[in-house]
């Protein structure tokens, strides 16, 4: 195994939810990065805060997740929940359509497989300590 990835264990549909959620991943943070950079006037202070939840945090939690799917698929839904809650709570702005969580889907589908990973080995064998 690599070290850059968590373990590829579990039963197959987990392994294949998590190589696809990999996959969709990548196509994620490779257009976030494309709306980050395309310019635009600079964001005030509450912009930056959103900012911070998503992409940033959304985006630093699916690149975690390719190697601790729990924690890094955690972060990724805590900050898509933090980005949805802190825009809803300013009235001057609209609230946020589907396609925040669209992006974040990869990252939750990791935590997902993690989840299942981890509760596929306790069943196995309850005294192997989880990766």
């Given amino acids: 195994m690599h070290r ?5 264990i579990g039963p197959v549909p987990v392994r294949i939810l998590r190589w696809a959620s ?3 991943s990548l196509a994620s943070l490779a257009l976030l990065a494309m709306f980050a950079t395309s310019g635009g006037a600079a964001p005030s202070g509450f ?3 959103l900012l911070g939840f998503f992409p940033g945090g959304v ?7 390719w190697r601790h ?3 890094g698929g955690a972060i990724t839904a805590l900050s898509l929940a933090c980005f ?3 825009v809803s ?5 609209p609230a946020p359509g ?3 969580a669209v992006f974040a889907a990869p990252g939750r589908a990791l935590l997902l497989s993690g989840i299942a990973s981890a509760a596929e080995g306790r069943r196995v064998d309850p005294q192997r300590p989880v990766r």
């Fill in 4 to 8: 850059l990835l968590a373990a590829d």
């Fill in 22 to 24: 990999r996959s969709a």
């Fill in 47 to 49: 912009e930056w805060l």
């Fill in 59 to 65: 985006s630093a939690g699916m690149v975690l997740a």
């Fill in 69 to 71: 799917e729990i924690l």
């Fill in 84 to 86: 949805y809650a802190l």
């Fill in 89 to 93: 709570l300013d009235a001057a702005r």
């Fill in 98 to 100: 589907i396609w925040f």
